[in-house]
C-alpha cells in the first residue's frame, strides 16, 4: 500500500522500504541529520498509514469510557488524550490519542500495524452502544516536529489559523474546511500533527518543503521517540504485558463509578504486587543496545530489551527494558559479553536535551 504522498518521496531520493504493508522511506540520505532537523530546528513525518477512525453518537462517551483505561470524560472540546485500549485480561491491545470534538462526536487515531484488529476490536464493543465508528480512509496525515516545527506551521497557515495555533496548548486542536491541526507527536519536541484530505496534504507537503522543512522516515521517527521514551506497540507493549508493567500506570484513571474493559484484571495485579517495569538504559561503554538482547541484574534474574538502539543527541546506546523487580544494577549481553548499563528512568531526552534520572545508583 501507498500513502497519497508517494510520489513526494520517491521525487525527493526517499529510500522506500515496506513497513507492515506500506511503502514508506526510511531515510532521504542521512538518518541522523534528519533526526538532528528535529532537534535542533523542525522535520516532517508522513504517517498518513495511521488509522483515523471517527466515533459519532449519543453514547459515544459512554462508548469509549467502556474501552479506553483513561476516561474521555475528562476532555472538553477541542482537548486530546493518549490511552491504551484493554483486552479482559488487563493487557493491551493498542494504544491511540483520542480527540474531542463534542459530546457526540470523537476522533481517534491509532497503528497501522494494528489496524485490522483495532477495528475489529472498535467494532465489537460499539455494538452495545448507540454509536457509529467509520474508519476515514481518503486522508493525509503530516507531523512536523522540532523547535521550529510550529513558526513554520503557522506562517503557512496564516490569517486566523495561525493565531489559534500560536495559542494551541499540548493535546489541543482545531479545525478549518481544510485541516485538523492537533498539538501532538511522537518526537519528544514540540510539535504540530496535520490531517487534511490528500489535495490539501499534497499541496500542504509541498509549501512545508519549500519552507526548508526537513523530510524525515521511520529510521529518525523511531530514534527519536526511543530517545523521548514513548512505546512501540508490538516492542514495549502488547496483548501479553499490562500498563501496569509498561510504564503506563498514569494512562489508567481508576474511577470506582466506571467500569472499563481489564479493569477487573488491572485492580487484581496492582492488588497482588506489580512485579516487573519498563525501564530505561543507558550503555556505559562504547556500542549499540539491539531489541532483544539479555538484561542481567546483579543477583542474576534476567529481562529483555524491548527497544534498543543509538542516540545521535547522547551519542550513547540506549534501551527500553523489562526487567523484574526489585530493580538493581544491571548489565546486556552483547554477542557473549555482559556491558554494564545505568538503569534510568524511561526518558532520556526531551526538546533537545538529556533528561534521563536514574533508578540505580551507580556502584564503585
Known amino acids: 500500500m501507498r500513502t497519497a ?19 514508506l522511506p526510511l531515510n532521504y540520505g542521512s538518518q541522523i541529520d534528519e533526526h538532528h532537523a528535529v532537534r535542533q530546528s523542525a522535520g516532517m513525518f508522513d504517517v498518513s498509514h ?5 466515533c459519532r453518537g449519543s453514547e459515544v462517551i459512554s462508548y469509549l469510557r467502556k ?19 484493554l483486552n479482559e485480561q488487563g493487557n493491551v491491545v493498542d494504544d491511540l490519542i483520542a480527540y474531542k470534538i463534542d459530546d457526540q462526536y470523537f476522533r481517534l487515531v491509532v497503528n497501522s500495524a494494528t489496524h485490522d484488529k483495532d477495528m475489529a476490536w472498535l467494532m465489537h464493543w460499539s455494538k452495545e452502544f448507540d454509536v457509529a465508528v467509520v474508519e476515514m480512509v481518503k486522508k493525509c496525515i503530516i ?15 496564516g490569517g486566523e489559523s495561525a493565531e489559534k495555533l500560536i495559542a494551541l ?3 489541543r486542536f482545531f479545525s478549518t474546511e481544510d485541516y485538523f491541526v492537533a498539538r501532538t507527536g511522537y518526537t519528544g519536541e514540540q510539535g504540530v500533527e496535520v490531517i487534511a484530505p490528500v489535495m490539501q496534504g499534497k499541496a500542504f507537503w509541498e509549501k512545508l518543503v519549500a519552507a526548508g522543512v526537513q523530510p524525515c522516515g521511520l529510521g529518525a521517527r523511531d530514534t527519536l521517540r526511543l530517545e523521548a521514551g514513548l512505546n512501540l506497540y508490538g516492542n514495549d507493549m502488547d496483548e501479553t504485558t499490562s500498563p501496569l508493567t509498561s510504564n503506563l500506570a498514569w494512562t489508567i484513571v481508576w474511577d470506582d463509578q466506571r467500569d472499563f474493559v481489564g479493569k477487573e484484571a488491572l485492580e487484581l495485579e496492582r492488588a497482588q504486587g506489580v512485579n516487573a517495569a519498563l525501564v530505561g538504559l543507558i550503555l556505559q561503554d562504547k556500542g549499540v543496545l539491539r531489541t532483544g538482547q539479555r538484561v542481567v541484574l546483579k543477583d542474576g534474574r534476567e529481562g529483555v ?25 544491571a548489565s546486556v549481553d552483547i554477542r557473549g559479553v555482559l556491558k554494564p548499563v545505568l538503569v534510568v528512568k524511561p526518558n532520556f531526552v526531551r526538546n533537545g536535551k538529556a533528561v534521563y534520572e536514574l533508578l540505580v545508583k551507580e556502584e564503585g
Not at 315 to 324: D, F, H, N, T, Y
Open 143 to 157: 507531523a512536523i516536529q522540532g523547535p521550529q516545527a510550529i513558526t513554520q506551521v503557522t506562517r503557512l497557515l
Open 50 to 54: 495511521m488509522t483515523v477512525v471517527d
Open 5 to 23: 504522498l508517494y510520489d513526494h518521496h520517491v521525487a525527493l531520493g526517499g529510500k522506500v522500504v515496506d513497513f507492515h504493508g506500506w511503502d
Open 67 to 85: 474501552i479506553l483505561a483513561n476516561d474521555v470524560a475528562k476532555l472538553s472540546p477541542g482537548q486530546a488524550m493518549y490511552s491504551c485500549m
Open 169 to 171: 496548548k499540548p493535546f
Open 305 to 329: 530489551i524491548t527497544s534498543g538502539g543509538f542516540s545521535p543527541t547522547l551519542e550513547k546506546g540506549i534501551a527500553l527494558a523489562r526487567v523484574s523487580l526489585p530493580l538493581m544494577s
